[in-house]
């Protein structure tokens, strides 16, 4: 039995690409191992978005080396797509690197490596076809994710994924919908549709469906109660999928919608294709529904040229829009990207506290938003237990994490209660089962 270990960084893409790999190697003969000694190959699938990443990879490709008695080891990702044949120089030890883009050829370069070839690549990005796996193996027994698009056309000045995951690349309709119903039959609930833009997704065959329209459908699939998308570019936000989530309460009633940054000076440096008030124009879409649509976001802080007065235009923004949550981070310069040209880097100590004054805005106002909450009752997926509080863990259709206690003996994993909510703080709420 030939035996494999894999670490996964990243992306739900790239978490969802690891169970598609590990699917691919199980159908290959491989059987999966939970520590690197015992594995005789190794798989690093790697993230480069922001920070150090690539010194970080290399760092944890040493301590690989450590276990490497005969042992193959592959880099995968996008630091294998970023970094490419330069692994072999700076880590003799690899024998594999392979972006997502060439995760089709994963078989054949699996065969390459088993019959001896020191030195195997999938680095080209010129690929029309998405990664499609006869076996997937899903990590949660509850939430499945589906990838609807891959790569991504647009060119952020900060961002790294062009290069990394290569040109956008949709399923068919039919293909996604397929995908849907088996997961419906093997017993998940949720579907959460994956893409590094959802919004641009473009049925290649003659349906020719939108994303609305395949959001709706998937959302009408027998037995599936719940479905997300991650993640959203403003510019492709249209109002049917606004529309669409208003209508079919099956479609989760959250929209993450990264902006960045609330001054449109800043998004015409960041090449983000909107203003400030084409943006809040979606904002307004999402206000003006009868369900109650919760709203997150991404912000960059310390984008080059960010001038104080920038910085207050996200804090207006944030509060403008009152979000439910964000995440948020410090401008990191990408390899290839353009924003590598532009002039007045800020200081990593200025970016630093920048950040600090973001979230605390943002904690303030979560703690406000949150509150109104007390008092309601809300629909949760139970997806855990914690033993140490007696709480089980919900997460209600707005993404909101829900501890509750329950007065009743089941197993409630997996189930749908309705909890009231009786307490709440800046990233959580708890309560109590409504009727047991
Ligand atoms: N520096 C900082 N943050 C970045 N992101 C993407 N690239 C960078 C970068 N170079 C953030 C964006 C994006 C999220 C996934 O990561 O906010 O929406
Ligand atoms: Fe990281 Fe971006 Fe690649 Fe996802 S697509 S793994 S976030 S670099």
């Not at 492709?236 to 208003?246: G, L, M, P, R, S």
């Not at 924003?339 to 200081?347: C, F, G, M, N, R």
């Not at 189930?415 to 990233?427: E, H, I, L, M, W």
Request: charged share 25%; with cysteine; glycine share 6%.
């Amino acid at each position: 039995m030939k035996t494999f270990y894999i670490e996964t960084f990243g992306c739900q893409m790239n978490a969802h690409d690891s169970e598609k790999v590990i699917g691919t190697l199980i159908g290959e003969g491989y059987s999966r191992v939970e520590t690197p000694e015992e594995a005789e190959l190794l798989l690093y699938n790697t993230c480069s978005i922001r920070d150090k990443a690539e010194q970080k990879v290399f760092h944890r490709l040493q301590q690989f080396k450590r276990h490497n008695q005969g042992k193959k080891i592959a880099v995968l990702g996008c630091v294998a797509q970023q970094e490419g044949e330069k692994i072999f120089d700076k880590a003799p030890h690899v024998n594999m690197v392979c972006g997502s883009a060439s995760y089709n050829k994963l078989g054949e370069m699996l065969v390459q490596l088993e019959t001896g070839n020191r030195r195997v690549t999938g680095l080209s990005v010129d690929t029309k076809d998405p990664f499609d796996t006869p076996l997937t193996r899903r990590d949660s027994p509850y939430r499945a994710w589906i990838t609807i698009i891959e790569g991504c056309d647009k060119a952020c000045a900060y961002c790294v994924v062009p290069f990394t995951r290569g040109p956008e690349r949709s399923r068919t309709s039919e293909s996604v919908l397929r995908e849907a119903r088996e997961i419906a039959a093997a017993g998940f609930t949720e579907i959460q549709l994956l893409g590094q833009n959802v919004n641009s997704y473009r049925d290649p065959s003659e349906a020719g469906w939108d994303f609305a329209k395949l959001l709706d459908a998937v959302g009408r699939v027998p037995g599936i109660r719940r479905v997300r998308f991650t993640t959203s570019h403003p510019r492709d936000f249209v109002k049917e999928i606004v529309d669409a989530i208003d209508i079919n309460e099956n479609l989760c009633n959250h929209v993450h919608l990264p902006v960045q940054s609330g001054s449109s000076k800043i998004l015409a440096g960041m090449q983000r294709l909107y203003t400030r008030d084409e943006y809040m124009r979606r904002i307004d879409w999402m206000k003006a529904t009868r369900r109650h649509i919760a709203i997150s976001t991404d912000i960059i802080v310390g984008f080059p040229g960010e001038t104080l007065e920038d910085l207050e235009a996200t804090l207006d923004l944030l509060e403008q829009v009152e979000y439910d949550s964000i995440f948020s981070f410090k401008y990191s310069q990408r390899p290839n990207t353009s924003a590598l040209k532009l002039e007045d880097h800020i200081p990593e100590e200025e970016k630093t506290r920048r950040l600090a004054i973001v979230q605390e805005k943002q904690r303030e106002i979560q703690m406000r938003r949150n509150q109104a909450y007390v008092g309601t009752t809300e629909e949760c997926l139970v997806e855990g237990f914690n033993k140490a509080t007696g709480q089980w863990i919900g997460r209600t259709s707005q993404n909101k994490l829900l501890n509750f206690i329950s007065a009743g003996s089941a197993d409630l994993l997996g189930s749908y209660v309705d909890v009231r909510v009786t307490r709440a703080g800046p990233n959580s709420l708890a309560g109590e089962q409504a009727s047991v």
